[in-house]
């Protein structure tokens, strides 16, 4: 409840270290010098300021992280120093710089990027890319896939080149909307490796960044398989052409999809450098590729071109293919579904944000470019081939009807403006089977218009090995940044990087095993839409992390791009989902499914990780706004919770008293843990403000749904006093005081039992409800809690010294000698703090360990015994009845003890039955107490009288001025004047006890009404003796005072 400090101690820094430059002196003359000594001030601080300061100015170095890729970061001096330093006449040091640990929590090099200002390129060193070879060149890659060449003729020969812009133009709309939100979320501070897992993790917290990157590291390793898979079909293909099969096509398909994979795989594993260096070659056939389709537009048609349904450029054929024909089972949004996959590439260079120069300003320009200018490519190319190919073409000469113009009146059928063009291709309508080229019969169309076909097919080559490899990289980047996180501690042993980039070889190796293992199947048309959902899942997370964030409106949303819009972002998301839908309903629906059972698991095993997420804003948002309208409610008995202050002191202290008032309130009410340092403030604060997040952490570690709260005060009564009237907010603050016994209070001093008893009556003036608990073995812990501290504390100095020593490595067997046996000493000193007990004690101390635990485990089968005798507004009542709602507490019944008249026993146990019926609260028996009034047995009452005769001023038998003089000398203590006033009082206590004992000592907890001391009239050791009399040689015993107010009603 309460923690002295004792002795003095001076604040120290624990930043601070001894080869900081030398502060002045504050003490001495007063010009800054004491005994000589001068501290050489930063020339910054004294040239702002004209006068030596201990005080920093505003510098980047003050906001880096520990473990900042630099090795240091600058420390300014704490408030406590900047505030006590005249104080305390000390000489404070406050060093510029401090080196941080070379190694972050997780346990590798930390790579804070805030740190990463342009500097001369060091030979040897990381290889960091641009925006145009790290963002732009990757995304134009993965999105010009083979979609371009081999189905973009067909999707607008299905839809027409009026729809199919608006297939476009919706995909880029989609891509363009992500690539915004990317960007706002970007540029909102440093970006690390991990790409899109670390956009979403850091925004919208670990639950769904651990979910979406798991599944979309997957997705970027199926990715691969599926590009070399489109590779080795296009390989295959060309293969049966020149009859070169070697197995069979599905075989075939497998071998050259191994062996490219095996290929990509040694690329990667080469360095970053010579992939990008294969990028730029995959990109420079590529580019030659699709300007070889706008050349061949121009180049003369041939007859066999004509007759396969390319003409160059005609008007009536480009009108011709305005309108949609969707044939089959197509419609748009089938086509839509078909097209929509080539965009999901603009993810490839935020996927290795880890080896970006500046990725807050390399990812939005370089997405957006390439959204852009790809956009505008397949705009082009598809408008292109709308206005030279026709939709149906028979391939053969017979289709030839003459070197002249047909009128149009004579035309009729598919490919009209064909037929006026001379060629006849209405057997397509009679006979499709006989219509194997146009646009909507072969795919190889970009192959037939372009200069030179087998550039053609090289392009395609291009576009799936470039888009396997960015696969390839990314899915390892990915994974790695999911892996160090920790979220999945299984996976943490593919965390590890290697060489100067760090490079997930671990990683890389898994997601070719995965490649490889899809490319076996052969066939991936049932995983492919799986796959663009879970990328059209991440998307849709980034455009809800951003709006999420807007909406959540913390001071910490500050991007640096601002064209963005929250509610254009929650479109996007939406867009997303439902392109999800419209791609396949069933992978959409496994996609959430899987992500929702990852989600979960993520969220049941809490990771340890803090990222400020705007999650934990909107819910700080939420908790003020919720607790605002509270506030604007008036209350209802029907809505009464326990909201208990507990003066547990730390919590470990007082383990049972914790855990009894966690049952209470738990679901239900506020807990809220307490502590009360008393001593001289400047003294206590240090270590209570150090205690504040270290004890709320214990709670949460400890699933204790509680807060924990201290004070500084120069005295107990005072630090209780200020908790009592300041703690919560609004309609979320106590009404329920809980404390424990003062066991010791017949050996402490006068001023400690006046602070206990004058807690309870603040607490009884500001109307709370007030609850004691006593345990036969006792609450405290902390002597416990110190020698575990110790021992802790030991072990770590032990396995510092070790760590030490083992770094030195063979520099000297002696040193190591001597370094092994000074640990050793270390904790042997420690350990003998801590030495066995005598057998008596140490029975004692297993006994009270045992006891802290007791409401902590299940309770047996038994009963809460609750003896209402006085009504307090049914808080006595309410309280056993929470507890029998809780697990631990479900085996046990309610006994209800009342009191009673002679001859009336029957009449009152049926007016409770009927209360509690109305209260519909159950009870397995209702005791009428008819026999309170008889007199205590004669030992009992000596056994009283004796407790108190220390406490006793015995003035009764003295004149009249004595008695006055030993009252002003001992006003603390019981005179014979009070006793006789108080005599039925207190013979009621101890006839209790004796009830107690006789009909509840079985029960598993005793609930009994407390009584109440008048002020000034009631002395404090009376008071005690009261309560201790009434609960000794009982099992757990609760004492319960309500504040008079309804807790409990019949009403609906």
């Known amino acids: 409840m309460e923690r002295k400090i004792s002795g003095g101690g001076e604040f120290v820094n624990q930043a601070f270290d001894s080869t900081g430059d030398n502060e002045t002196s504050f003490s001495g003359n007063g010009n800054g010098v004491s005994n000589g000594d001068h501290r050489a001030v930063r020339a910054s601080v004294v040239s702002a300021f004209g006068h030596d300061t201990l005080d920093r100015v505003p510098h980047i170095d003050l906001y880096r992280n520990a473990g ?314 598809a408008l292109s081939v709308s206005a030279c190919v026709v939709r149906d073409a028979t391939g053969n000469m017979t289709s030839f009807i003459n070197n002249t113009f047909m009128p149009a009146e004579d035309c009729n059928g598919p490919s009209v403006a064909a037929c006026e063009l001379g060629y006849n291709f209405s057997s397509c309508v009679t006979n499709p089977d006989s219509c194997k080229f146009g646009s909507m019969h072969n795919f190889q169309v970009m192959t037939m218009v372009s200069g030179f076909g087998p550039l053609i097919i090289a392009g395609t080559f291009s576009a799936t090995l470039s888009s396997a490899l960015a696969s390839l990289v990314s899915a390892p980047k990915v994974f790695q940044a999911l892996c160090k996180d920790n979220i999945y501690t299984a996976l943490h042993f593919f965390a590890k990087g290697s060489g100067k980039n760090n490079e997930p070889i671990r990683g890389y190796v898994l997601t070719f095993l995965i490649s490889v293992a899809f490319i076996l199947i052969g066939d991936l048309n049932v995983i492919a839409p799986i796959i663009s959902n879970f990328f059209l899942a991440s998307y849709a997370l980034i455009n809800f992390s951003c709006f999420h964030a807007s909406y959540a409106k913390s001071p910490g949303w500050r991007p640096a791009y601002k064209f963005y819009n929250m509610w254009l972002s929650l479109v996007g998301a939406v867009l997303c989902c439902v392109v999800m839908f419209v791609i396949n309903w069933w992978a959409a629906l496994l996609t959430y499914g899987i992500e929702i059972l990852l989600y979960i698991y993520v969220t049941v095993k809490k990771p340890n990780v803090n990222w400020g997420s705007s999650t934990q804003a909107v819910t700080f948002v939420s908790a003020v706004s919720n607790a605002l309208s509270l506030s604007g409610i008036e209350e209802h008995v029907k809505n009464f919770r326990p909201q208990i202050i507990v003066l547990t002191g730390s919590v470990r202290t007082r383990p049972a008293l914790l855990d009894l008032a966690h049952s209470l309130s738990k679901t239900y009410g506020l807990c809220l843990t307490s502590e009360v340092f008393v001593g001289p403030r400047w003294k206590v604060l240090q270590e209570m403000n150090a205690g504040m997040e270290k004890n709320q952490l214990w709670l949460h570690k400890n699933k204790r749904k509680a807060f924990y709260t201290a004070v500084a005060s120069d005295d107990f009564r005072q630090g209780a006093d200020a908790l009592l009237q300041s703690s919560g907010l609004g309609r979320l603050k106590p009404n329920i005081l809980m404390m424990g016994f003062k066991r010791d209070w017949r050996s402490a001093d006068t001023q400690a039992i006046k602070n206990y008893v004058g807690v309870l009556h603040d607490a009884f003036d500001f109307e709370y409800g007030t609850l004691v608990l006593r345990v036969p073995q006792g609450l405290d812990m902390s002597q416990f809690v110190e020698e575990e501290e110790e021992m802790m504390k030991a072990a770590k100095e032990q396995e510092a010294q070790e760590k030490e020593v083992m770094s030195n490595g063979a520099k000297g067997k002696g040193r190591f000698r001597k370094s092994k046996n000074s640990s050793q000493q270390v904790l042997t000193t420690r350990v003998s703090v801590c030495s066995p007990p005598p057998p008596q004690e140490a029975k004692i101390n297993d006994m009270l360990l045992e006891a802290s635990t007791q409401f902590q485990k299940k309770q047996s089968k038994g009963t809460i015994d609750v003896w209402w005798l006085f009504d307090d507004g049914g808080l006595t009542l309410l309280l056993p009845y929470i507890l029998t709602t809780r697990k631990k507490w479900k085996d046990c019944k309610l006994r209800i003890f009342v009191a009673g008249q002679p001859g009336r026993t029957e009449q009152d146990k049926e007016d409770m039955k009927t209360l509690l019926i109305k209260f519909r609260i159950n009870c397995s028996d209702i005791n009428v107490i008819d026999d309170l009034h008889i007199g205590p047995k004669s030992d009992n009452w000596k056994a009283f009288e004796d407790m108190i005769e220390p406490f006793r001023l015995h003035e009764g038998g003295k004149d009249k001025a004595r008695s006055e003089a030993l009252r002003e000398e001992s006003p603390w203590m019981i005179t014979d004047e009070e006793l006789s006033s108080f005599e039925e009082k207190t013979n009621l206590q101890v006839r209790l006890n004796e009830l107690l004992r006789e009909k509840s000592s079985s029960a598993n907890l005793i609930i009994v009404s407390m009584p109440i001391a008048r002020k000034e009239s009631v002395s404090d050791h009376l008071y005690m003796a009261w309560l201790d009399t009434l609960t000794k040689n009982l099992p757990p015993t609760l004492l319960i005072r309500g504040n008079h107010k309804s807790v409990l009603t019949f009403y609906s």
């Not at 010579?274 to 121009?298: C, D, H, M, P, S």
Request: contains cysteine.
């Open 68 to 381: 900042s890729i630099s090795g240091h970061r600058a420390v300014r001096p704490s408030l406590q120093e900047l505030h006590d330093v005249f104080q305390k006449g000390g000489d404070i040091s406050v060093p510029d710089t401090l080196a941080d640990d070379e190694e972050s929590s997780e346990g590798f090099p930390s790579d804070d990027l805030e740190s990463a200002v342009p500097v001369e390129k060091k030979k040897g060193g990381p290889i960091k890319f641009g925006w145009i070879k790290g963002v732009l060149v990757r995304c134009m890659l993965n999105i010009w896939g083979v979609m371009l060449f081999i189905r973009l003729s067909w999707v607008f020969g299905q839809a027409g080149w009026g729809l199919g812009i608006v297939v476009i133009l919706l995909s880029c709309v989609v891509t363009t909307i992500t690539g915004l939100s990317m960007s706002a979320i970007c540029t909102n501070g440093i970006v690390r490796g991990g790409g899109a897992y670390y956009l979403i993790s850091r925004s919208l917290g670990p639950e769904f960044g651990g979910s979406i990157g798991l599944i979309f590291a997957f997705a970027n390793a199926v990715a691969v398989s599926m590009y070399v898979v489109g590779f080795a079909e296009t390989v295959v293909q060309l293969l049966v052409d020149y009859d070169s099969i070697m197995v069979d096509p599905l075989n075939d398909i497998r071998i050259i999809g191994c062996i490219t994979v095996v290929l990509l795989l040694g690329i990667s594993l080469a360095g970053m450098a010579w992939e990008a260096k294969a990028q730029i070659v995959l990109l420079v056939i590529l580019l030659a590729a699709i300007v070889n389709v706008f050349v061949g537009t121009f180049i003369p048609a041939t007859e066999t071109k004509k007759t396969q349904g390319f003409f160059n450029y005609q008007a009536n054929i480009f009108m011709e293919n305005f309108t949609p024909d969707f044939r089959g089972a197509e419609s748009f949004f089938s086509v839509f579904a078909i097209f929509f996959p080539a965009a999901t590439g603009i993810l490839a260079g935020a996927n290795i944000s880890g080896d970006l120069k500046d990725p807050q300003a390399a990812i939005p320009k370089g997405t957006l470019w390439a959204i852009l200018i790809t956009g505008i490519t397949y705009l082009a190319v």
